[in-house]
């Protein structure tokens, strides 16, 4: 099946540093992936569409100064969180679309996460 | 616009015990559905789906039907093992986009 990874999978950093997350797809190309976030004991929160070549897409009530999104190539996206700040902690998780073998129906690939800590 | 609605947990169960977790939704054309489990620590993995009306999913011992004229797509399994501890969500989809529209998850705790 389709792989997604992120890096890294813990941060801590100090409150003002900015801090880059990578999501890349091992196995397929993706001209789309999506970011969110996750709150404890909470569910997702769609951030924003990363779309390849171009702007990425935020929600409402994203920031995206706050939130740096560059879709660099077809298997790889990074969100930067910057000037982290301690509300900015959070479980960040990555997905990309793909069509498994067979199948007519995108599906969802989930990375395993980014636990971001700021001090 | 479309959402997700999961029942209110947490859910506690013994080992062994039948699981129900309930889940609706509202959404424009025909979505497909979805369960997600996260594990402790973890990212989500999808664990069955459904990609039109009657279609059952199954995973694991889970299974969960599409039921178009209830707009459900309740979760069950007959015997709950202690592994089986996670966080589940529903999910839908539709259109193109791939744009996954979740419900706020449940917390299921199966005790020995």
């Known amino acids: 099946g389709a792989v997604v990874s992120q890096h890294p999978s813990r941060v801590i950093c100090k409150s003002g540093t900015s801090v880059k997350i990578e999501c890349r797809s091992l196995?397929?190309?993706?001209?789309?992936m999506f970011w969110y976030r996750q709150f404890p004991k909470q569910s997702l929160m769609l951030m924003a569409t990363?779309?390849?070549?171009?702007?990425?897409?935020?929600e409402q009530g994203v920031e995206k100064d706050k939130f740096l999104i560059n879709h660099a190539s077809l298997t790889l996206s990074t969100l930067t969180v910057t000037s982290a700040h301690p509300e900015d902690s959070s479980f960040y998780i990555c997905?990309?679309?793909?069509?498994?073998?067979?199948?007519?129906?995108?599906?969802?690939?989930f990375g395993p996460g980014t636990r971001l800590t700021v001090l | 616009g479309n959402s997700v609605t999961q029942m209110e947990g947490p859910v506690t169960l013994s080992e062994e015990a039948f699981l129900t977790i309930n889940c609706t939704y509202t959404?424009?054309?025909?979505?497909?559905l979805f369960w997600y489990v996260q594990y402790p620590g973890e990212g989500l993995q999808l664990l069955l789906k459904?990609?039109?009306?009657?279609d059952k999913g199954s995973n694991k011992g889970f299974e969960a039907t599409y039921r178009k004229e209830t707009t459900s797509f309740h979760l069950e399994k007959g015997s709950v093992q202690v592994s089986d501890s996670a966080v589940y969500f529903c999910?839908?989809?539709?259109?193109?986009?791939?744009?996954?529209?979740f419900g706020k998850g449940i917390t299921l705790s199966v005790r020995p």
């Open positions: 959404a424009t054309g025909y979505p497909s």
């Open positions: 997905s990309a679309p793909a069509r498994p073998l067979g199948s007519s129906y995108n599906e969802q690939f």
């Open positions: 990363s779309n390849e070549g171009s702007k990425a897409t935020y």
């Open positions: 459904a990609t039109k009306a009657d």
């Open positions: 196995d397929f190309q993706a001209t789309t």
């Open positions: 999910a839908l989809l539709t259109g193109a986009n791939s744009k996954l529209t």
